[in-house]
């Protein structure tokens, strides 16, 4: 274990490096819905990762690089993601550095068909065992085992042989251990399980988001390199790790080339849209200065009630315009907003205006009674739909109206959206600036 009094002290520092769920090429299904998407430094983003990846290694001097699986999202359309695998473990081989490695759920040996030859500083762990490779001059012992099928369900920790008295013990595995969010069952384990194999350092696979399961011994999910979509956010990177013989030190090192971001924006105390966008680029400016000279992909959330809702509902898309302008405004940034979602609240009084004698009582009353009664919904739908409908192409309209333009319950599910604009709009959408 580290800090270890019995093992002997070594004059030389070893350092390595862990990462894992590089998911070279991995597809950003999509990107052709937005206009304007920086699609070509998206979809290069993995690799890009990847050369950075090899880039901390040779100027850091790594003895060794372990990867915890998933290299690649599948199997490769063609041979160029190998071959772009192959070119980087090629810069390790010429640095000196050796690189070690267990193939999980997506490039488990079921999954890819095509193969090209590694360079030979590349070494695999099998998947019929759990094998140790040892580095004598190092005085170092790395266990792993690969997974052979993609839903490997088994305990595969549980066969690893015991560490190694008198060298660093390092053990490779992909894994969910004992279940993680928005990640399936592989390969699952206890953390006792893995404890009493006597490793100093476990370099878990499989989980995206950087997680320290534990210091001693140290366990260690990195994370993947390049957050793919917006639920991957924030930095994300690999393990730079030291041991001098007595006691091992990490800390993370950020490799994405794209960072994805969440911003949620609470419109309740905004007045006006000048608010609003003093607060959006502050925010802005906050992320884009976080990531230094990446692109920020931001996904954007508004919420609230008050002047915003209104000004968004008598002129839908407003917010999301502005805050794509904003972004092009942060000096020095580079930020693409990936998508906006308005969750705004009307501030009004629904029930007093819908009891009113006027025009916006009785469109509240009309409305009231659309959502009640399919027939006169339906015929509303008719009345505002059916020229759009018309108009369609037959292939989009053929069968039992698969677009469900006059399905009732989309019709319902309109009325809120259909509402708030005709109310503001009879309110007198204006707001101050």
């Known amino acids: ?61 790594a003895d060794f690089l372990v990867l915890a699986g998933d290299l690649y999202d599948g199997d490769w359309t ?30 488990a040996e079921s999954q890819i068909t095509r193969t090209l030859t590694a360079p030979d500083n590349v070494v695999e762990f099998p998947s019929s065992h759990a094998h140790t490779h040892t580095l004598p001059h190092l005085g170092v012992a790395l266990h792993g085992r690969s997974f052979r099928d993609r839903a490997t369900v088994d305990d595969l920790a549980a066969e690893y042989p015991d560490a190694i008295p008198g060298m660093l013990n390092v ?8 279940g993680r969010p928005y990640h399936d069952p592989y390969a699952p384990t206890r953390l006792d399980v893995l404890r009493r194999k006597g490793y100093d350092y476990w370099a878990l696979g499989h989980v995206h988001a950087r997680e320290v399961i534990c210091e001693r011994p140290r366990v260690v999910y990195s994370g993947n390199p390049q957050g793919r979509h917006a639920r991957e956010t924030g930095a994300k990177g690999c393990e730079l790790v030291e041991w001098d013989g007595k006691k091992l030190s990490a800390q993370p090192v950020a490799l994405d080339a794209v960072r994805w971001a969440q911003l949620s924006i609470a419109a309740d105390a905004m007045d006006g ?9 502050d925010r802005l ?23 915003l809702h209104r000004l968004e509902s008598s002129q839908p898309g407003r917010m999301e315009s502005e805050l794509r302008a904003m972004a092009s ?11 906006v979602a308005c969750d705004l609240r009307p501030d009004y009084d629904r029930a007093r205006l819908a009891a009113g004698p006027d025009a916006i009582g009785e469109l509240l009353r009309l409305i009231d009674r659309a959502a009640a009664d399919e027939t006169e919904l339906a015929a509303i739908g008719r009345r505002a739909l059916e020229d759009l409908h018309a108009r369609l192409p037959s ?21 809120p959206a259909a509402e708030a604009t005709l109310i503001a709009r009879l309110l007198d959408g204006n707001m101050p600036a």
């Open 1 to 61: 274990m580290a800090d270890d009094p019995r093992r002997p002290l070594r004059s030389m520092t070893v350092r390595f490096i862990h990462a894992s769920d590089l998911h070279i090429d991995s597809p950003l299904i999509g990107l052709d819905r937005y206009p304007g998407a920086p699609a070509g430094e998206l979809r290069s983003a993995t690799r890009a990762a990847l050369a950075n990846l090899v880039d901390l290694a040779i100027a850091e001097k």
């Open 78 to 107: 063609d041979f160029n993601t190998g071959l772009y695998f192959r070119i980087q473990m090629a810069r390790l081989r010429d640095a000196g550095v050796p690189v070690f490695v267990v193939k999980g759920n997506h490039d």
């Open 171 to 178: 053990g490779l595995l992909h894994t969910s251990l004992d």
């Open 273 to 281: 849209i000048s608010a609003f966008q003093q607060h959006a680029i």
């Open 285 to 307: 400016a906050g992320l884009a200065r976080d990531a230094g000279e990446r692109l920020v992909a931001v996904r954007v959330s508004i919420t609230g009630s008050g002047a």
């Open 329 to 339: 405004e942060v000096p020095g940034a580079r930020l693409w907003i990936e998508k």
């Open 395 to 415: 292939e989009l309209k053929s069968g039992a109206d698969p677009l469900r333009l006059l399905d009732a319950d989309v019709l319902r599910m309109l009325l």
